[in-house]
Structure formats: structure tokens, C-alpha cells
DNA sequence: TTGATATTTCCATATTTCTAAAAATATCAA
DNA sequence: TTGATATTTTTAGAAATATGGAAATATCAA
């Protein structure tokens, strides 16, 4: 991964209302939320809201699709999983005993 | 985790230099690397390089500890850990199949 | 002491980011 | 068409952040 790529991703999520924003999408799952209910749920002007999700977006961590009026947005657990691999990389220097963290090192059977 | 902390972190890492900063000291291991090295290796004057040591450290991203003269700083792995499963909080609803991201939901026997 | 090394703190300037009102766009239903 | 709904784009000022030189601090060795 480019190094610029995940400054953009992590400078998204560096910002209470976006993180908020983006832990809710975690959350809500692969069908996504219409950013309506987001404004509401996290009681910000459409207009703030917007900006925010753009930047979301920008960084490749949320896709968005219409249907009629509304935009649902959701997250992208990929770049989100890319962006996490990226901030771990090597963290263990081929050593488990550094690798003690609960989430790092990925297991085999789940390797692709 | 509080978000106000999860930002601050976020914050730390969301620009170039912290971020290569933060992941040399993750792949250099728990014994650190003196800020000299640091300044040197990535090419930074050293006000500058101090106050991003200062920002990654104010978010609990690195410790440092002194041997004479020098100052050597570590990646805090325990933070990241955390900083990443905050992210990744719920990310699965409970369902497997949601979570064939290579590096979330924590194996059991991993678990503390 | 003194001088050298390693690093931080202070400071001013330059740049970026956040916020939300107002205006614009897209879509639908009548 | 027209009016209503959902959302984005534009805008500008306020606030926050980044940069690096100069001065200050901490430590050591002679």
C-alpha cells in the first residue's frame, strides 16, 4: 500500500463525527445506511454531514448507492482491512513472541 | 475505549511522517530506536522530528526511555492492538460470513 | 569546569481543516 | 409542470496543525 493512500484513510477516520460515522457503517453491515438516518442518528446538519461523507468516501473507506432519493452509504471492509494490515505489517519480525496481540497475525485458514 | 482517544491516535498516525514514524518503530521491535537513528533515517530536522515524536507520544502510540544521551523510542504494540479493535468492533453482527476480512475476528486460543 | 553530543522547547509563519448557511441538484408523486 | 423530499456543492471565516531555525536543556567525558 501506498504510504499516501493510508494517510487519506486514517485522516478520514481522525475526526470524532467521521469516525462516529464510520464505526456506525462498520456496524450496520453491507446493506448500508441512507445518509438521512446517519444525519439524524448523529445529529449533524445535511450539509456537515455531507462534507464528512465525502471524505469518507474520497479515502475509499465508504461506496454509497441511490436508490430513488436516497444515497445509502456503507463501509468498505476491505480498505479497512488493507489500511490495519498496512499499520502491522511486520509487527512481529518473524517472531511470535512479539506477536502477542490479540488481533494481529492472521491466522492460515484465513489467508486468501 | 473513548473516542476522544481513539481520535487522538488516529490523529497521531494520519500524516506522513508519523505514520512512517509509527511503523518503523513497529518493525523495529520493543527495544526502540534512538532519536538520532530516527532523524536520520527519514531525513527530518530534529525539531521537527521531536514534536512528532511528541504528538505520537501524547497519543500513547510510543514510549521512550532514556540511556544517557539518548532517547530511545518504541511503538506501544498494546495501543495499537486496541486502537484496531475499536475500529473493528461489531464489524461481524455476530455472523461469520461477514468476517472473511484476513485480519479481524480474533481466533479464540488468541484471546486473552 | 569546559566543550561536545543528543534532544527538546519556543516562536513565527504557512497551510490545512472544520463548520453550517445558502444555493444548487436529483428524484419522485400528483 | 409543480411542489416536496433527499442530498450535495459552494463559500468564507474560525480554528487547528505543520515546519524549521534559534535558543535551551540534559548528559557525558576530559
Do not use: W
Not at 438516518?37 to 441511490?66: V, W, Y
Amino acid at each position: 500500500m501506498e504510504i499516501s493512500i493510508a494517510v487519506s484513510a486514517l485522516s478520514a477516520i481522525a475526526q470524532e463525527s467521521r469516525l462516529e460515522i464510520f464505526r456506525y457503517l462498520v456496524q450496520a453491515g453491507k446493506n448500508g445506511v441512507p445518509a438521512g438516518k446517519i444525519a439524524e442518528r448523529l445529529d449533524l446538519p445535511a450539509s456537515t454531514l455531507s462534507f464528512h461523507l465525502n471524505q469518507l468516501k474520497q479515502a475509499g473507506l465508504l461506496t454509497c448507492r441511490r436508490e430513488s432519493r436516497t444515497l445509502f452509504y456503507s463501509a468498505n471492509y476491505d480498505s479497512m482491512n488493507d489500511l490495519v494490515a498496512y499499520l502491522m505489517e511486520n509487527c512481529c519480525q518473524g517472531q511470535e513472541e512479539n506477536c502477542d496481540l490479540s488481533i494481529a497475525c492472521v491466522p492460515e485458514e484465513k489467508k486468501k
